[in-house]
C-alpha cells in the first residue's frame, strides 16, 4: 500500500491488492470523520454524473425552425426538462396511489432504474463501493470490452464537502442528497445516497478547486486496486452478505444474484440462497 499524500484536499492511495481495502478502512476511515464511497470498476474514469457524459456526447441539437444554422451549440435537453420527461413517462408505472415525490426523489428514483440524472451514487459502506468496483468483469474501454487494469474505490469526507468554507453565495455548491422515500429499496439495501455537483464539473476537479491548498486531511481520497483477485474479492463479499440480492433487494437483484454464483468461487454458496 502506497500513499502519496494529500494535495489540494486529494490523496491517492495505490494498493497492491483488494485485500488491503479491509485494512485501509479499519485504520483509517473507522477512525476518521464521517465518510461515503463509490466504486467503479475502471479507476481511470472521471467522478462525473451520467447526466453529465450524456451531455459530452450529445453537445447539439437539431435546429427545429429549419433555419440557420442547423444544429444550435446546446445539448437536446435542459436538467429540467429531462426531469419532466421523466415524470410523464412513468405516470401509471408505479403502482396504485403512489406517494408524492420531490425533485430529489425522483431524480433518485431514475437513478436506479438507468435514467440519466444528474447524482452520482455513494454507500455508507466500504464494501458496497467495493462490490461495485469489481461487479463487472470488462468495461468498455475505446470501444472495445476489456478487463481494466484498476478498479478506483473513491472516498468522500461529507463532512467537510457539506461545510465548504471557500463557497461564495455565488457560487454552485456540491450537495448531498438522501431521500426520505421509503419505496427505493436498491438505495436503502446499499445504504446508499446521492452527490449532486454543479453541471459539468467532476468530483476531483471540485475539490481540487475548492480545497486549493489542504494538504493536511483528504477530503477526497482515491483508491486504485489491481484488477487480479476479482473473483477472490466478490466470494469474500458475498460472505459478508454482500452481493446482488442484498444491495438489490428485489427480485432482479434475485436472479442476478443466482446467476453470480456459476462464478469460480461460489460453488458452495448456490444451495444457500
Not at 12 to 26: R, S, Y
Not at 249 to 270: T, Y
Request: a negative charge; proline letters at 6%.
Amino acid at each position: 500500500m502506497r500513499e502519496h499524500g494529500t494535495t489540494d484536499g486529494v490523496c491517492k492511495v495505490d494498493l497492491d491488492c483488494w485485500q488491503e481495502m479491509f485494512e485501509l478502512t479499519e485504520h483509517v476511515f473507522t477512525l476518521a470523520p464521517a465518510y461515503i464511497y463509490r466504486g467503479q470498476a475502471n479507476f481511470d474514469w472521471p467522478l462525473s454524473s451520467s447526466l453529465d457524459r450524456l451531455r459530452k456526447s450529445y453537445p447539439k441539437r437539431k435546429n427545429l425552425s429549419l433555419g440557420t444554422p442547423e444544429y444550435l451549440d446546446r445539448p437536446p435537453s435542459t436538467e429540467d426538462e429531462q426531469l419532466d420527461a421523466f415524470r410523464r413517462a412513468v405516470r401509471g408505472r408505479r403502482g396504485q396511489n403512489p406517494s408524492e415525490l420531490s425533485d430529489d426523489d425522483f431524480w433518485a428514483l431514475g437513478q436506479h432504474h438507468g435514467l440519466a440524472t444528474p447524482l452520482l451514487d455513494w454507500s455508507r459502506t466500504p464494501f458496497a463501493a467495493l462490490y461495485f468496483a469489481f461487479k463487472e468483469e470488462r468495461v468498455e474501454i475505446c470501444g472495445k470490452f476489456v478487463e481494466p487494469e484498476f478498479r478506483g474505490v473513491y472516498a468522500l469526507s461529507s463532512s467537510t464537502i457539506l461545510h465548504d468554507s471557500g463557497a461564495s453565495k455565488e457560487d454552485q455548491c456540491a450537495k448531498i442528497v438522501s431521500p426520505d422515500s421509503h419505496d427505493n429499496y436498491r438505495m436503502l439495501g446499499q445504504m446508499g445516497l446521492f452527490l449532486r455537483m454543479p453541471q459539468d464539473t467532476d468530483v476531483e476537479t471540485y475539490v481540487k478547486r475548492r480545497f486549493a491548498g489542504e494538504s493536511l486531511r483528504p477530503t477526497l481520497t482515491m483508491i486504485r486496486i489491481p484488477n487480479k483477485g476479482r473473483h477472490e474479492c466478490l466470494v469474500a463479499l458475498n460472505k459478508m452478505n454482500v452481493n446482488e440480492m442484498t444491495l438489490f433487494p428485489d427480485i432482479d437483484g434475485a436472479a442476478r444474484h443466482v446467476n453470480s454464483l456459476w462464478q469460480p468461487g461460489h460453488e458452495d454458496s448456490i444451495a444457500y440462497v
